[in-house]
């Protein structure tokens, strides 16, 4: 008799948010072996359905629903995607992990430290694993430097830049709930220039300190449309200055990373994702060109972006392995941001020490105002 194989197990995905992102997200999925988007839902069955229809498993339309308690309870789920704004992550993640499911939010993974508190804590005490997606960190690029600076080959790390310059004008921000501290939790700071911040610290790792200032110059929002700001960051090396901005009032757009060691100054260019031709490693003058040499980036290009960053996130669920590199540390990112609107409320330094302080771990917006420091408007 034939032997009996057992049939694999498919892992079971849900959506939770048809919006732009959401696309990115089911792409990838398609792309995973053994992983199938069998739901979303939206608060709008149409828009819901419409998505369903063109990225269901195969051409079959994944369930739809109205709500994430339905798809939850119908859809017998392994893991939930969110893809909603971030002022819904919290509950939805806590409902999520204590139906059994792993969750994978979009950032900012929320609207403070003590949300971000909750989801980790609801996660751990089911036995549930929390993924935030942070893409720009990912890519063979990526692995490359940070590989090279941990191991020193570029020396000591001495002052960086972190520049978000994108632009966002009037038709972005008729949405409702944009540029409002309810609806978005922040300014570009949170919305925007995280996702740079996040990749300097994959980077260079541990920080210790924070300065910020918050400007409204131009747009009409409750929120900031300028964010500048200093962070430390204690590299085994030595420390490192960080020159932090983000805005929405860059007519010609770039994301920028920078970093100027003791051998090398190595850049990123890019807009909203990278590859090979995006990054550059200018040698100090007196390197060596086989030392130089040896820097340069693989043959084998990997670029930034959802596909890589869930690939890893679902291999090592299913290796049952802790949460990969391109996807550990959800809350430093938004540790550092909290730390520079804290900054600007008041006036003063923010250390990394202090946001032990349930104050430093509320709402952003309270950071800002209830120390009459809102940000300046022209």
């Avoid at 369930?63 to 909603?84: F, I, P, R």
């Avoid at 996660?123 to 692995?143: C, D, E, K, M, N």
């Avoid at 020193?152 to 972190?162: K, Q, S």
């Avoid at 090396?237 to 007519?251: K, Q, R, Y």
């Amino acid at each position: 008799m034939p032997e009996t194989v057992a049939p694999l197990t498919v892992v079971r995905a849900g959506i939770l948010g048809t919006g732009g992102v959401a696309r990115l997200h089911a792409e990838a999925l398609a792309a995973l072996p053994g992983v199938e988007l069998v739901a979303v839902s939206d608060s709008s069955l149409e828009r819901a359905a419409a998505f369903a229809e063109q990225h269901g498993e195969d051409g079959r339309l994944a369930s739809v629903h109205a709500t994430l308690e339905g798809m939850l309870a119908e859809a017998a789920l392994d893991v939930v995607h969110l893809c909603t704004p971030p002022s819904g992550h919290a509950d939805q993640t806590i409902a999520a992990v204590e139906a059994g499911c792993d969750v994978i939010a979009e950032k900012p993974p929320a609207f403070s430290l003590a949300e971000l508190d909750r989801m980790t804590v609801a996660a751990g005490a089911a036995g549930r694993r929390l993924a935030v997606v942070f893409q720009q960190r990912t890519g063979s690029a990526v692995a490359h430097v940070k590989a090279l600076l941990d191991e020193g080959a570029f020396g000591a790390p001495r002052v960086a830049l972190c520049h978000t310059l994108w632009h966002r004008g009037d038709e972005y921000y008729a949405v409702p709930w944009r540029g409002t501290w309810a609806g978005e939790g922040g300014g570009t700071l949170l919305s925007h220039g995280i996702h740079q911040i996040d990749l300097l610290a994959h980077l260079l790792g541990d920080w210790s300190e924070a300065s910020g200032a918050l400007w409204r110059l131009d747009r009409n929002l409750e929120t900031e449309d300028l964010a500048t700001g200093t962070v430390l960051f204690e590299h085994p090396l030595g420390a490192v200055v960080a020159s932090v901005v983000s805005t929405v009032l860059s007519p010609r757009e770039q994301s920028i990373i920078r970093l100027d060691c003791d051998l090398a100054t190595i850049e990123l260019v890019h807009l909203y994702g990278h590859g090979h031709d995006h990054w550059r490693i200018t040698p100090a003058a007196g390197v060596d060109e086989a030392v130089a040499a040896s820097w340069a980036l693989p043959d084998d290009e990997v670029a930034s972006g959802h596909g890589v960053l869930l690939e890893a996130v679902y291999g090592a669920r299913a290796a049952g392995l802790p949460m990969p590199d391109v996807a550990a540390e959800p809350a430093r990112a938004l540790e550092i941001v909290t730390a520079l609107y804290a900054s600007a409320g008041r006036g003063a330094p923010i250390a990394k020490s202090a946001l032990s302080d349930v104050a430093l771990r509320g709402p952003l917006e309270t950071m800002v105002r209830d120390r009459r420091r809102a940000p300046q408007s022209s």
